[in-house]
């Protein structure tokens, strides 16, 4: 495991852009589960039952039992060293952009600040029949939040059944075209079009590195390095090779050229 985290950190030193897809595996060690482990919340609420956007405009007063409890999980949840190193290694200019999957907000506390949420982010609701759009604080209370036209706000993710908002979709599919490198984290690549990314990055040429507790359809066939545990601990061991590879490539570089000291 080690030398595979070497030879993840040596490609991130050494890659020119430096790209993160992330799913919700990422965010299990901050108390929000995710769809495919055994656990509470989805075996409650299927997400193909509630997460479709027809099951939304059919039913929205049942699909608020699900997203009332989510709201309340994401509110309690915090960054986690995963989250934290990812932040880091973009401050240390080694990581330029992180797509998430995720509409937790986690990646943004956790220090990173070039997150596309190609998902969305529930912080604002939107009405379905008139388009109005509204801050979620704002409307916090009990039951469903509604729109001044009387009908149930939604909140601005994408459903199952939606649309990538167009930008995203853009933007990610120009860096995953042009990346020398990619983390994929937390993710079992089965949602599409976001498992397009890692193909679409291969395809271009970049190294794949992939950070998940359990194998998934990318290990075998796109995968380059595959760094098998729980996301907080192979970041932040990650992390670690990679500052201590940038000390000692400045240290070679004082050494050749004192006069550069600053
Ligand atoms: P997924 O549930 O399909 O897969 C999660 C993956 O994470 C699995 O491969 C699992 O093995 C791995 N994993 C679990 N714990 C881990 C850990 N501690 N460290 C590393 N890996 C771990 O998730 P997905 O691929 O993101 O697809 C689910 C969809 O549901 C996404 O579209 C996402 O937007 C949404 N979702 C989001 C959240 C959130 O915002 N936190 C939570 C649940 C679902
Ligand atoms: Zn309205």
Known sequence: MHENIKKAAHIICQSKQTLALTGAGISVESGIPDFRSPGGLWERF?????????????????????????????????????????????????????????????HQEGGATNVIEYHGNPKTLSCLWCSQRYSADELKGDG???????????????????????KALQESHELASSCEALLVLGTSAEVTPANTIPRMAKIAGATIIEINVTPTVLTNYVTDIFLQGKASEVVTELVQEVESMMAQHEKKRLCRDPGKRS
């Open 46 to 106: 299927d997400p193909i039952e509630y997460g479709t956007i027809e099951a939304f405009r059919a039913e929205p007063e049942k699909v608020w039992l699900m997203l009332q409890e989510v709201s309340v999980l994401l509110d309690r949840a915090r960054p986690n060293p995963a989250h934290t190193g990812l932040g880091q290694l973009e401050k240390m200019g080694v990581l330029h952009c992180i797509i998430t999957q995720n509409i937790d907000n986690l």
């Open 144 to 166: 469903p939040p509604k729109c001044s036209c009387g009908k149930i706000l939604k909140p601005d993710v994408v459903f199952f059944g939606e649309p990538i908002p167009i």
